[in-house]
Each structure stands twice: as structure tokens, then as C-alpha cells.
């Protein structure tokens, strides 16, 4: 069986505890199940499908003028204060070579652009390199044909068939020197399938070449799905993870594996989905306490909906992503998704440790057609950006599957030589755009990310307040942000899609001193993300600007900034800002709360190199097949019984499992 079918037949066998069963995924097309009788329309890449969905009904509770009074002293409810960097990037593993380079010295050009603009703003940038694939990762001296990355298929191992991935250090090179380039910082994941003994190559080699920007090692990956996935006995709980770290640091100490003692502070736990654990099962057993000195953050993972159905379970039972769409429409549901986390952030504050999102999306196995490469998503990040943030997390980010999540690992990107871009950043700046069709699609949560920087800026000192405004819609939340206890900037999303602009809400913003005086300015500066519709893909506008459609992007901004200057009502003391029904709107309450240009210098690197296209269609089974999500598909959805344990926690949109999302993929040219 070659490679491509022994991708497409999953074979996976049930855990015990469900019966001997062997389930039989043939995994297929991301396109399928969409549009009319369930048959694919769209016979290209996946993330160039044209479809789209029907945006909702409007509701007909809008506010549709907004009194937002802000005090600029003496607010109370603030978040802790975050970071510009608060939304980074989480890379699977196996698809670092697509997303990051081909190797040290060929860097993604479109890659180091889009680190570069929110650099630009929040003066850096965390990524995450790691997922299901870090798990059996092995260093190894070389690869064929020079490649850093590649799937073992000769040596799948366990009930989910999962290939390990084999790599070289010129991977961990390959980061290293992107953060020349830009200001990156890491983190990477300890494998954690094998404890007895642990594989610690990745410790030791990772601070050795990473150094200072190396930010955390993940100590497991969702550990508290390992019992489903067949990888510890039924009984292994939250004790038992305590035990395996405390064996792993012993034989770190053991073996020097560790010479400079700094990847054993910067570790990460629990890492957990809270699918067959709850954090504070994690918490009540001292972890916290007993690895103080060698945690530098905790971290859970989540997202709100997958869609592994369509990928691998039973068709028939296929979400229909226009039954989905209007759920990522509400505020309150992504307020009900992370909940359950504010005990754990208020725990943790007391602790004085960081709570990250280690890796979120829309949904996972792939995504929603019509959702997750949508104009609505790009509103849905800011939100739930915002919310986290609000929440007291201390960073979240964005799961990239790649498009090798679909197509083969070898598909030739356009990628930079080291030699082409030792240019000076003016230099570069000065080359016209290479190319009008190279570089890759940028996702719409790519502008989430790069508007979150702007909202938050490169104090480390921004508060976040989820407004409480009486009468309020669930379509229309509005953020404040603070900086020292001072309104700096106003967030405000408009979900409802209404063409004929008769909900277009205006918020009417003040600002007073405590004793009353009304401080608010003259004019106030506003910058828009813009598109026609909910559904939009494709030219959503940011401030007048685009990443384009399909095929367009190299990671640079195109077009003319156009920053709108709303003149002030000198009489009421109001400023009004009418927010299109749909759009968002992030309102600079002061010319210092402008936050574009306060982070790094701007950078850019132009593209040199065509891209090449090969269509070879594998799956990637360790991201997709073996994610908690296609997990969740083999006993939820292949007609197997839930563990009781997972069973009361799989209700409504807090389905807590899943791993990947539609990545951020390469675009080509031909
Ligand atoms: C990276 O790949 C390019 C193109 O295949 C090759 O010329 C170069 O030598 C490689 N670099 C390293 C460090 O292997
Ligand atoms: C993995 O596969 C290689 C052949 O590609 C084989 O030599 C090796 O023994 C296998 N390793 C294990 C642990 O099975
Ligand atoms: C990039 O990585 C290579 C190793 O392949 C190294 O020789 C080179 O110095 C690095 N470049 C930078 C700019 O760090
Ligand atoms: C909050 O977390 C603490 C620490 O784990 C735990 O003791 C407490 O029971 C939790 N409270 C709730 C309501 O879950
Ligand atoms: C976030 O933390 C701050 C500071 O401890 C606290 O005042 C606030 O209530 C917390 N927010 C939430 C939503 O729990
Ligand atoms: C990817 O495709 C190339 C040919 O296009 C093939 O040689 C290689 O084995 C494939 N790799 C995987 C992991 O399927
Ligand atoms: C913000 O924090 C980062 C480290 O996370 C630091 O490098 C940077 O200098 C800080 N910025 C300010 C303005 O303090
Ligand atoms: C994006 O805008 C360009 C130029 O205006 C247009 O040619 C293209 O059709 C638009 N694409 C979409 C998806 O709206």
C-alpha cells in the first residue's frame, strides 16, 4: 500500500474499554458535504473553495445606539495586564516546513512578512511549533534529499496509527534564523508518548540553538486524551502526569541534558483539552506548588466546534456548516466557552503563572467551509481574542494545520534563499512587488491577529474590559482597553449582516474624570476591518488595506492606509462612530493610543522565488487522523460509545476536543 492510500485508509482500533472494534475512516475531501446533496462543487484545494454560505437572519434586538462612558480613572473589572503579542501562532509539527521554510536557509518570504506587521505593532511575536506530531517526534542526524521533516510511515505506532515524525536540528536552525529576521519567539514540545525513558534530544538541542528566543518547552500534549488514544492504561489521571514530570526532570538532571538549567524553568503543563480532565483535577494535585520552579506557564486547548464528520465519520451526520454559522455570530457563546477557565485564571494569578490557550480555532478537522475562510471568522477572532484576553489569559493562539494537512509534504512553496534576502530592510522596501501572484492566502484570522496587536499595542500594560452595557445586543459586544487605568482604545464588532445599513450601529463614546468633568477629545481616530457581507472571502480591508484574495499575498499589505478621523461633538462631549452591520471598528481615543507603528521598526522581505504547483493529494494523518478531534470522530461519530468520563462533557459548542484548523496554506502560481 503506498503512502497515499495507506494516508487515506485510517485504521483505528477502539479502545478497550468500547470493544474490540477496528473503525475504517476513508478520509474525505474538505469540499464534500457542503453545498447541495452533500457533493463537493469545488474540485481544487480546499482552501480555495469559492462556496459560499447564506449569512443569517438579522436579529431584531440590535441597540442601535450604544452609550459607552468611559471613566479614565477608578474602572473596575480589568483584566491583568497583557501584552501586544497576546495572539501568536500555533504551527503542527509536521508542517513547520510548509508554514516556516524549507529549511534554515530557505525561509517562507510570505511568512516573515506576516511576523513582520504584527511586530510592527506589538513589538513581537510568539509561535508555537508542536501538536499531536511533536508527541513521537525524533531527531536524526539526516534526512533524503535534504529534507528537515518526514513521516516515518515504516513505524506507525499505536491504536491511532500514528507515524513519527522524524527531523533534524536544521528545523530548530530554521526558527532560530527566522527570528533574525523577525522578532519570533518559540515554543516547542517535549515528546511524551514514550516516558521510560523520555526522548530529551529536543531539550537539550532546542536551547542550545534557540537560546533566548526559545520561550517554553511543552511538557505532553493533551495528556488527558492519551487514555482514548490508547497511549497510557485506563487508569492514568492527573497523578499520574504529576509522576511522569517528575520523572522526566530527574532523568534531564541525571543525564545533564540540561547543561544551562533554562529549558528546565521554561517548562509547560498541563497542556490539557479538558476532555477527560478538568484543570483543577490538575490543580488539586499541587502541580502548580511541586513544579513552581520549573513552570513557566500552564496551558489548556480548545476549540469551539470541529468538524470531523465530514472529514471521517459518518457522512450522513455531517455538520452543515450553514447550521453553524449564526453560533459564531453570538458574543455569549464565546463567553460560555471560556468560563470555565476563570477559575483557573483567578487560581493562577495567585500563583503569579501565566494561563495560556495553547491552541485555538474555529473548529478543528479542517474547519467549516463558508465559516473558517470567511469574513465572519476574522469578527469571531477578535471577539474571542478580546474574551481570552478579558479573561485573564495571558496569550492564546492560532492553530496552523498547513495546507500538508491535505497535500503532501514535499509540495514546493515559494520560498526565499538566505542569499536573496540579506538585504537591508530599505533595500528591500525599495524592490517592487515581486510578484502579483505568489506568496500564500491569508486566512482571515490573520487579521484578528494583526488587530489584536494594534488593540493591545507594545505597553505590556493594556487592560481589557468586556463592556457592560445595559441593553446591549449579542451581536454588537464593545472592548475597552486601558493603559495605567486610561481608556486608550475602544473595540466594537457588529456581527449582524445587513446590506441595507439599517443596522449599523452607532456608539457613542465619552470620556470623564471621576468627579464628573467630561475629558472627551475633539476627534478621535478610527480604523475599520471591513467586507461586504459575513460571508465574504477574500479583500477584507483593514484600515483600507488587503492581503487580497486567493493567490495575491505575499504577506504585505497592499493598498492605501485609510485611518478616518471622527469629528467630536463639542456640545454633548461625545464622539459617535457608526460601525457597519457587518464590520469592526478600533477607535484611537488619543494620538498616543495609536499603536501601528510603536512596536519594532517595519520590516519586509520581498518574494524572489516562483512557486511551483503539485497537486499530490495525501493526508497528513498524524494532524488530522490522530488529532483529539478525529479522536472525538472515532468514538463520538464512528458509532462507538463514549468513555463516561468525556460523555457529560461533549454537550452544546463546548466540544473540547479537537486539534487542527484550516491552516494558513501556501498559495501557488502556476
Ligand atoms: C535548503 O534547500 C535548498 C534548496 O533545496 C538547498 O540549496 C540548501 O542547501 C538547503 N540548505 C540547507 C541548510 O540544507
Ligand atoms: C523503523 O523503520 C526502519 C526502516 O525504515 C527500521 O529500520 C527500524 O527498525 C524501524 N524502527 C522501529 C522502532 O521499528
Ligand atoms: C541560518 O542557519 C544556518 C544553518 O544552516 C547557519 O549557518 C546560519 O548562520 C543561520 N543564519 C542566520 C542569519 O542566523
Ligand atoms: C477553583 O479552583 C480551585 C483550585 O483548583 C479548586 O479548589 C476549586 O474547587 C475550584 N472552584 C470551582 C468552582 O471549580
Ligand atoms: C481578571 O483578573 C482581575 C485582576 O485579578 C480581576 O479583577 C478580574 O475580575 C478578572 N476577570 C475575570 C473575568 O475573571
Ligand atoms: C510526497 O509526494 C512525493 C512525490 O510527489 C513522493 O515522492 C513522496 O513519497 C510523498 N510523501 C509522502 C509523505 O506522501
Ligand atoms: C514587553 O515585554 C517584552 C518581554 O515579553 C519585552 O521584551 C519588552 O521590552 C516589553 N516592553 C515594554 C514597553 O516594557
Ligand atoms: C477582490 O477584488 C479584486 C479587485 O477588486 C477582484 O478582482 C476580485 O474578484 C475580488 N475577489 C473577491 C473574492 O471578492
Not at 627 to 637: C, M, P, R, T
Request: hydrophobic share 40%.
Amino acid at each position: 500500500m503506498g503512502p497515499l492510500r495507506q494516508a487515506l485508509l485510517l485504521a483505528l482500533s477502539a479502545h478497550n474499554a468500547l470493544g474490540e472494534i477496528t473503525v475504517y475512516h476513508a478520509q474525505r475531501p474538505m469540499t464534500t458535504g457542503v453545498g447541495s446533496a452533500g457533493l463537493p462543487t469545488h474540485t481544487g484545494l480546499p482552501a480555495y473553495d469559492p462556496t459560499t454560505l447564506n449569512p443569517p437572519p438579522i436579529p431584531n434586538d440590535i441597540m442601535k445606539t450604544i452609550p459607552v462612558n468611559l471613566l479614565n480613572s477608578g474602572t473596575a473589572g480589568l483584566s491583568i495586564k497583557q501584552k501586544g503579542s497576546f495572539m501568536g501562532f500555533s504551527v503542527e509539527m509536521s508542517v513547520t516546513n510548509q508554514v516556516l521554510g524549507k529549511n534554515s536557509t530557505h525561509i517562507q518570504v510570505p511568512f516573515l512578512n506576516l511576523m513582520a506587521n504584527l511586530q510592527q505593532r506589538a513589538g513581537s511575536v510568539m509561535v508555537r511549533v508542536g501538536g499531536n506530531t511533536q508527541e513521537s517526534a525524533k531527531m536524526v542526524d539526516s534526512l533524503p534529499d535534504g529534507r528537515i521533516l518526514m513521516k516515518d510511515l515504516e513505524n506507525v505506532t499505536g491504536t491511532t496509527q500514528t507515524p513519527p515524525l522524524d527531523y533534524t536540528t536544521d528545523l530548530l536552525y530554521l526558527m532560530r534564523n527566522v527570528s533574525s529576521f523577525v522578532n519570533v519567539h518559540w515554543f516547542l514540545g517535549i515528546p511524551w508518548l514514550k516516558t521510560k525513558p523520555f526522548d530529551t534530544a529536543i531539550v537539550t538541542a532546542a536551547d542550545l540553538i534557540i537560546g533566548d528566543y526559545l520561550l517554553g518547552l511543552q511538557a505532553s500534549n493533551e495528556p488527558d486524551m492519551y487514555v482514548i488514544h490508547g497511549h497510557r492504561p485506563e487508569t492514568y489521571g492527573p497523578f499520574d502526569y504529576l509522576g511522569e514530570l517528575s520523572d522526566f526532570l530527574g532523568q534531564v538532571t541525571s543525564t545533564n541534558a540540561d547543561p544551562t538549567g533554562r529549558a528546565m524553568k521554561n517548562l509547560i503543563g498541563p497542556n490539557i483539552a479538558t476532555f477527560a480532565w478538568t484543570l483543577e483535577q490538575v490543580w488539586d494535585t499541587g502541580f502548580v506548588d511541586t513544579y513552581n520552579a520549573n513552570l513557566a506557564y500552564l496551558a489548556a486547548e480548545k476549540y469551539p466546534n470541529h468538524n470531523c464528520n465530514a472529514r471521517f465519520g459518518d457522512i450522513t451526520k455531517a455538520i452543515n456548516p450553514q447550521n453553524e454559522l449564526a453560533n459564531y455570530l453570538v458574543h455569549s457563546r464565546h463567553k460560555a466557552l471560556l468560563a470555565e477557565y476563570l477559575n483557573t485564571t483567578t487560581y493562577l494569578q495567585t500563583k503569579n503563572k501565566p494561563f495560556l490557550m495553547f491552541e485555538t480555532n474555529t473548529a478543528s478537522c479542517g474547519g467549516f467551509l463558508g465559516i473558517s475562510d470567511a469574513f465572519v471568522s476574522a469578527l469571531w477572532g477578535i471577539d474571542y481574542a478580546l474574551q481570552m484576553a478579558y479573561s485573564n489569559f495571558s496569550g492564546a493562539m492560532f492553530h496552523l494545520g498547513g495546507q500538508s494537512v491535505y497535500y503532501n509534504a514535499s509540495f514546493s512553496a515559494s520560498y526565499i534563499s538566505l542569499s536573496d534576502s540579506l538585504f537591508s530592510p530599505s533595500q528591500l522596501r525599495r524592490q517592487t512587488r515581486a510578484l502579483s501572484i505568489n506568496g500564500r492566502l491569508v486566512l482571515c484570522i490573520y487579521y484578528s491577529a494583526l488587530i489584536m496587536a494594534e488593540a493591545m499595542g507594545p505597553s505590556n500594560n493594556s487592560q481589557v474590559l468586556d463592556l457592560p452595557i445595559e441593553g446591549l445586543s449579542d451581536s454588537t459586544p464593545v472592548y475597552a482597553i486601558y493603559e495605567n487605568g486610561v481608556p486608550k482604545r475602544v473595540a466594537i464588532v457588529n456581527y449582524v449582516n445587513d446590506p441595507s445599513h439599517a443596522n449599523d450601529i452607532s456608539v457613542v463614546i465619552s470620556l470623564a474624570n471621576q468627579d464628573g468633568t467630561k475629558t472627551t477629545p475633539a476627534s478621535v481616530k478610527v480604523k475599520y476591518l471591513a467586507a461586504a457581507s459575513v460571508v465574504q472571502k477574500g479583500n477584507i480591508t483593514w484600515a483600507g488595506q488587503t492581503f487580497g484574495g486567493n493567490f495575491e499575498s505575499d504577506g504585505r499589505p497592499m493598498g492605501q492606509e485609510d485611518i478616518k478621523t471622527v469629528t467630536c461633538d463639542g456640545n454633548a462631549k461625545t464622539c459617535t462612530v457608526v460601525v457597519p452591520a457587518p464590520g469592526f471598528a478600533l477607535v484611537f481615543l488619543s494620538d498616543d493610543a495609536m499603536t501601528e507603528d510603536k512596536g519594532l521598526p517595519s520590516t519586509t522581505f520581498a518574494t524572489t522565488a516562483k512557486t511551483k504547483f503539485r497537486n499530490t493529494v495525501t493526508v497528513d494523518p498524524a494532524v488530522l487522523a490522530t488529532s483529539n478531534g478525529n479522536k472525538f470522530a472515532d468514538h463520538e461519530l464512528a458509532g462507538t460509545s463514549r468513555p463516561p468520563s468525556a460523555a457529560s462533557r461533549t454537550a452544546g459548542v463546548s466540544v473540547a476536543v479537537v486539534t487542527l484548523l484550516l491552516g494558513w496554506v501556501v498559495a501557488l502560481t502556476l
